[in-house]
């Protein structure tokens, strides 16, 4: 089991890394620093958002949840 901030870090850290990836390959491509920079933040921003609506999609389905008890000791 985690500390809910080891998984945020962890989380936050995955994202940066992804941000770091996302810039350099634009910028191998495009030659422009500023450039990939801003396709790099924006590439964060949609991704966080697609990742919100995702856990908000798969909070409605019941798909591989366990069910709860429908007593308890």
Not at 1 to 17: D, P, Q, V
Not at 22 to 45: C, M, P, Q, R
């Amino acid at each position: 089991m985690e500390a809910h901030y080891r998984s945020i870090a962890k989380a936050l850290t995955w994202r940066a890394g992804g941000t770091v990836v996302t810039f350099a390959v634009a910028w191998i491509i495009t030659g422009n620093f500023k450039l990939s920079a801003g396709i790099g933040l924006l590439d964060t921003i949609v991704k966080i958002g697609a990742f919100y609506f995702h856990e908000r999609l798969w909070n409605r389905l019941s798909f591989g949840r366990l069910k709860a008890p429908e007593y308890q000791i």
